[in-house]
């Protein structure tokens, strides 16, 4: 039962699972649609770039091979699975070596954590948690495919830029919990999203991503933002470069408040996912085994340990 990384020898198992995979990463399937066939072949003819597929052999031919993807940035802090493949042999025993496998070769990468998004009570849900995986979050994401109607107010909301990175790190701090900011801490680069001011103050910040299949949007919305469907209306209409591709507005635990607003819009929902992470490392404090000497001939600090010389 080795586990190994895709080569040659594996088309014939891509290509018998082209209809049969069960994908991991909500914002690039839906952006980009389902690029097995793609991202395996850059996998194979370009590690460089980040997308890595793993392969488990069947046992003794009783068992289909098991695909699985990660994609992991340079410098990110995390990995996100993209896709295992197929269904029918996500078995623990099966996906643990598996998962095993790709979270040393990401953690070769440099990568701290490997992220998942999946459906509640899906067999990969059931699989991953008894491979290691625990939830940090929950989401559900809306399509929307119509255009609002009618006329709105005009409100303030204009494209980010990096004098917005601060206010956008304040907002995120403020609304987003402790552990889903251990997990995926903000990034200090330029914003790429719509920000809105009231009073000079940010209420609202929704983070865009696109692909050619649809626009990803994560809405970051105070509480004290009044009129919220309004805000949703006026914000899809000034969204730059929509087409008529459809809208993804992904919705986390922790602003489910934003549902009604959303459900106003026209947009259907989809079913609830589980976030998930498996910690590649433990980080720990780094203990000091020794005193340090005062400097320059001044006094030790009083929470200084001291250290005791026995004459022997």
């Known amino acids: 039962m080795s586990v190994r990384l895709f080569d040659w020898r594996d088309l014939p198992a891509l290509y018998r699972y082209?209809?049969?995979?069960?994908?991991?990463?909500?914002?690039?399937?839906?952006?980009?649609?389902?690029?097995?066939?793609?991202?395996?072949?850059?996998?194979y003819l370009a590690p460089s770039m980040g997308v890595v597929t793993c392969v488990k052999d069947g046992q003794h031919g009783r068992q289909p091979p098991l695909l699985g993807q990660f994609i992991h940035l340079n410098g990110s802090a995390f990995s996100h699975l993209t896709f295992l493949s197929p269904p029918e042999a996500l078995e623990p025993e099966q996906v643990c070596p598996l998962i095993e496998h790709m979270m040393l070769v990401?953690?070769?990468?440099?990568?701290?954590?490997?992220?998942?998004?999946?459906?509640?009570?899906?067999?990969?849900?059931?699989?991953?948690?008894k491979c290691g995986f625990a939830i940090y979050n929950r989401q559900r994401i809306w399509r929307l495919t119509t255009r609002p109607d009618g006329t709105t107010p005009i409100l303030?909301?204009?494209?980010a830029n990096s004098r917005d990175s601060l206010p956008?790190?304040?907002?995120?701090?403020?609304?987003?919990?402790?552990?889903?900011?251990?997990?995926?801490?903000?990034?200090?680069?330029?914003?790429?999203?719509?920000?809105y001011y009231q009073g000079g103050?940010?209420?609202?910040?929704?983070?865009?991503?696109?692909?050619?299949?649809?626009v990803w949007v994560l809405?970051?919305?105070h509480p004290d933002a009044q009129d919220v469907p309004q805000h949703f209306t006026e914000m899809i209409k000034k969204l730059p470069g929509r087409k008529n591709r459809?809208?993804?507005?992904?919705?986390?635990?922790?602003?489910?408040?934003?549902?009604?607003?959303?459900?106003?819009?026209?947009?259907?929902?989809?079913?609830?996912q589980a976030v998930m992470v498996r910690q590649l490392v433990v980080q720990q404090k780094a203990?000091?085994?020794?005193?340090?000497?005062?400097?320059?001939?001044?006094?030790?600090?009083?929470?200084?340990?001291?250290?005791?010389?026995?004459?022997?």
């Open 18 to 43: 082209r209809h049969k995979t069960v994908y991991l990463d909500s914002a690039l399937l839906l952006t980009q649609g389902p690029l097995v066939f793609p991202g395996v072949l850059v996998s």
């Open 106 to 129: 990401s953690g070769e990468r440099g990568a701290l954590r490997l992220l998942a998004d999946v459906e509640d009570g899906s067999p990969a849900f059931e699989a991953l948690r």
């Open 156 to 159: 303030n909301w204009r494209m």
């Open 168 to 195: 956008i790190r304040s907002l995120y701090d403020s609304l987003v919990p402790g552990l889903v900011q251990q997990i995926e801490p903000f990034v200090s680069q330029k914003p790429h999203g719509l920000v």
């Open 201 to 214: 103050e940010l209420l609202a910040f929704v983070e865009i991503k696109y692909g050619r299949s649809g």
């Open 219 to 221: 809405p970051f919305i």
């Open 246 to 272: 459809p809208i993804y507005i992904c919705i986390r635990s922790h602003q489910s408040w934003l549902e009604p607003a959303i459900e106003e819009l026209g947009a259907d929902s989809g079913p609830r």
């Open 287 to 312: 203990a000091r085994l020794f005193a340090l000497p005062a400097l320059e001939g001044g006094q030790a600090e009083i929470t200084a340990p001291i250290a005791r010389l026995e004459r022997h």
